[in-house]
Every structure is written in structure tokens, then in C-alpha cells.
């Protein structure tokens, strides 16, 4: 069974400042996708971010970045230049890649607020 | 992204009753639906896979007997909460994947259940 964990429950930051949220898994597969979800107030998930764990070219979106070590499993999101609407709950997931729909696993989430 | 809609978005009701909760792929033909349960201020947690035409596949500890799933079309999957308990009070989110894109998950916007 896969795991998730983020050890930060909340974290705040000031607006255009850059903030990273930490994210580890535990898994004994080699083909799989990590992603970061954002859920704000309207409870919406909306992917942020997906990292393919065959690439070893971390994924960028914009003002969103990871760092994904594999090897120490590790898929860390950094946001640069934050804005208030960055405000929301983040969760990391985890999916194995099977060829079909598979599940997500999610972290607990990491609680980011954005401040003037 | 592809789009899927929830409906209700809120729904109160007396316990004991039953609640009927749909799923809806608005623009692509879902061959998978996931349903998940959030409590306040926690993770998404997988309740339930259903393929198109099958029985869904429900994970340890889930009552397949009490929350009931149909994936009757590629388009639509419901929810029922049967003999409904304030326990059962939650957030339920649905997501769906397509054939091909089967890495990608598109999530409802959530239903809010509160049984008195």
C-alpha cells in the first residue's frame, strides 16, 4: 500500500514571496504519477501540478514548480510569487500507473494562507 | 479539463431516510468514477471505484450495503446513502477518467450531506 505524508499543517506567506510545501510517499512501485491538488474554499479540487515518476525533469506550471527526488521520495511544490487566490488547502496524491483508471492516494493536506 | 457536475450540491435529511447523490460527465464519457468522502478539515478518502457496467469495487471498511453505487452509463454514477445516519454527515466528492487519459482524474464540485 502507498502512503502520503505532509508534515506541514498549515503555513503562511506574504503575497509575491515564494513558499514550499513539503511532500513524501512511501511505495514499492517504479511507474507512477505524483500530482498537487489545490482545494479552496468552494471545496473544487483543481490539479495543480502532475509529475510523471519516469521523467526526471521536474514539472512546471506557470508559477507552480516541484522537486521530485525519487529516490528519497520526495515531491515538493514550491509557489513562486504568490497571490492571494493561491489561498487554499493542498494535497498531495499519489497514483500508480497501471495502463487504467487508478486511484488516488492524498496526503492530510497542507493549509496555505496567503496574506497581504 | 474535461467537466463533471454534482448534483445536489447541499442536501439535509432525516435519519433514516435515503439519499440519492449523481454524477455527471458533462463533455467526456467516464469508464471510471471514483467516489470520495472528506470530513471537515481532512483528506479525501476513496470509498469506492465503479467501471461503467460493472459493480463497484469499494474499499476496506466502506458498506457496500449502505452506500449503494451505479454506473449505469458513461456519463452518470450515483451515490445513494440508504438509512441515513448523522454519521454519515460528510463532504462526498466524485471524479471520473476517460478511456484514454486514465492518468487524469476531473473531480465534481462536491456534495454536502447533513443527516439530522
Known amino acids: 500500500a502507498q502512503t502520503v505524508t505532509q508534515s506541514q499543517p498549515e503555513m503562511s506567506v506574504q503575497e509575491a514571496e515564494t513558499v514550499t510545501l513539503s511532500c513524501t510517499y512511501d511505495?514499492?512501485?517504479?511507474?507512477?504519477?505524483l500530482f498537487w491538488y489545490k482545494q479552496p474554499p468552494s471545496r473544487q479540487m483543481i490539479l495543480v501540478i502532475r509529475?510523471?515518476?519516469?521523467?526526471?525533469q521536474n514539472a512546471t506550471e506557470n508559477r507552480f514548480s516541484v522537486n521530485f527526488q525519487k529516490a528519497a521520495k520526495s515531491f515538493s511544490l514550491k509557489i513562486s510569487d504568490s497571490q492571494l487566490g493561491d489561498t487554499a488547502m493542498y494535497f498531495c496524491?499519489?497514483?500508480?500507473?497501471?495502463?487504467?483508471?487508478?486511484?488516488?492516494?492524498f496526503g492530510t493536506g497542507t493549509r496555505l494562507q496567503v496574506t497581504l | 479539463g474535461a467537466v463533471v457536475s454534482q448534483h445536489p450540491s447541499r442536501v439535509i435529511c432525516k435519519s433514516g431516510t435515503s439519499v440519492k447523490i449523481e454524477c455527471r460527465s458533462l463533455?467526456?464519457?467516464?469508464?471510471?468514477m471514483f467516489w470520495y468522502r472528506q470530513f471537515p478539515k481532512q483528506s479525501l478518502m476513496l470509498m469506492a471505484t465503479?467501471?461503467?457496467?460493472?459493480?463497484?469495487?469499494?474499499e476496506q471498511g466502506v458498506e457496500k450495503d449502505k452506500f449503494l453505487i451505479n454506473h449505469a452509463s458513461l456519463t452518470l454514477s450515483t451515490l445513494t446513502v440508504t438509512s441515513a445516519h448523522p454519521e454519515d454527515s460528510s463532504f462526498y466528492i466524485c471524479?471520473?477518467?476517460?478511456?484514454?487519459?486514465?492518468?487524469?482524474?476531473?473531480f465534481g464540485p462536491g456534495t454536502r450531506l447533513t443527516v439530522l
Open positions: 496524491a499519489f497514483m500508480k500507473r497501471t495502463g487504467t483508471a487508478s486511484k488516488l492516494t
Open positions: 511505495t514499492s512501485e517504479n511507474n507512477y504519477y
Open positions: 509529475q510523471e515518476a519516469y521523467k526526471q
Open positions: 463533455d467526456f464519457q467516464a469508464t471510471t
Open positions: 465503479s467501471n461503467e457496467g460493472s459493480k463497484a469495487t469499494y
Open positions: 471524479s471520473g477518467t476517460g478511456p484514454l487519459e486514465t492518468d487524469t482524474q476531473y
